[in-house]
Structure formats: C-alpha cells, structure tokens
C-alpha cells in the first residue's frame, strides 16, 4: 500500500470510494467542491485507488486559517487493513509542515485519537454545528500552534451541502 498526492486521474476513482464507503454521493461531492491544501490516495496494487483523504482550509471565526480533515475513505473491501491511518498520518505529516496551527475533525475518537487527535473544546476550538456528539469534536495541534488560535471554527462553503 502507498500513499501519494492525489492527480486530476484519479478524479473518478476518488468518487467511487466515497460513494462506497459512505453508501452515498454527499461526501463524493463535497471531494469534488473542495480546494483541497492536501489530497492524497492510498494505491493497493491492482486494486487500484482504495482510499482518500483530504485536508482543506477553514478558519476561526474568519481570522485565523485552520485546517479541516475529510472527508477520509476507505473502500469497503480494503477497510481494516491500514489504508485509513496511512492516509491521516500522511495528511498529519504535511501538514506539520505548513503555517497552519491546527487540524480540526469530526470523527470517531477511537480511530482518530490512536493517530494524535484529542477532544478539540479544551484547546479552546468550537463546533460551529449543535447536534453533534461532544467527543467527535477533536483537533490535533502542529508546530505552528499558538495560545492565542482560540474560537469557533467557520467551514468552508462546500460543507454546507452534505
Ligand atoms: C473510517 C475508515 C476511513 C477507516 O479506514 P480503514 O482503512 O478501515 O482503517 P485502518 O485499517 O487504518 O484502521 C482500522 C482500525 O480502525 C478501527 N476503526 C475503523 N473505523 C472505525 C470507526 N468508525 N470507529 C471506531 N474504530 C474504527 C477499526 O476497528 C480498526 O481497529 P483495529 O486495528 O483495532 O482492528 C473506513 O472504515 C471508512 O471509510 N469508513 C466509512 C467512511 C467513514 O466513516 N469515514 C470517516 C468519517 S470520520
């Protein structure tokens, strides 16, 4: 298994795995409507494009720029064997290099916080969405990071659609 950058290529692929992963075209579309900062595919040999992640920016409270992580997807018959960590430890990495303070997610916290992710409300970051769960809500800092990236973070436009 390996992970490079995503190209224009790998375009129909990349759909096919958020639409079977996610069973439907929401996260698909939103791959699509993204600018992605970072956008990587996970390649199992034959099998081709089995997984994708995307990191894109946002901000807090339209100041300072922030990254968002996801959609992240793994085809149904190459789940469990890696792919998905692969891809967010990658997208971790790059982003580690970058200006950006944080990557925030919502997600599972037992798959994510095994890959550095911790609940994002103690760090003083805020979901601008009510009804999700409290513990899904997590971010995980980078070297850029700084006492003063406070506040409630605004999602780039394509969100709104899913
Ligand atoms: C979540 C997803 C990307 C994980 O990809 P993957 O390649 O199967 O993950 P990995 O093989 O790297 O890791 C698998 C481990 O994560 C755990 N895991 C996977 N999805 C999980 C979930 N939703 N909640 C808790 N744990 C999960 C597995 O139980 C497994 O644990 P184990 O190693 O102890 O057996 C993939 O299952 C997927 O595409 N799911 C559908 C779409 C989705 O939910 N995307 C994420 C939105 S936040």
């Known amino acids: 298994m390996i992970v490079r950058d995503a190209s224009p290529v790998d375009r129909a692929a990349v759909r096919r795995v958020h639409e079977e992963a996610f069973g439907r075209s929401g996260e698909a579309t939103l791959a699509e409507a993204l600018e992605p900062v970072v956008s990587l595919v996970a390649i199992d040999g034959d099998r081709g494009v089995v997984g994708h992640v995307l990191l894109a ?9 922030i990254l968002t992580l996801g959609p992240l997807a793994v085809r149904p018959a190459a789940q469990g064997e890696g792919a998905g960590s692969g891809l967010v430890q990658v997208a971790v990495e790059r982003a580690r290099a970058t200006a950006y303070p944080a990557i925030v997610l919502l997600g599972e916290p037992a798959f994510y916080g095994r890959l550095g992710f911790s609940s994002a409300e103690p760090m003083g970051i805020a979901c601008p969405f009510d009804d999700v769960p409290a513990d899904a809500w997590q971010a995980l800092q980078l070297p850029a990071w700084a006492p003063d990236v406070r506040g ?8 709104a659609e899913v």
């Open 57 to 65: 920016e946002a901000s807090l409270d339209g100041v300072h720029p």
């Open 152 to 159: 409630t973070v605004v999602y780039p436009a394509p969100w």
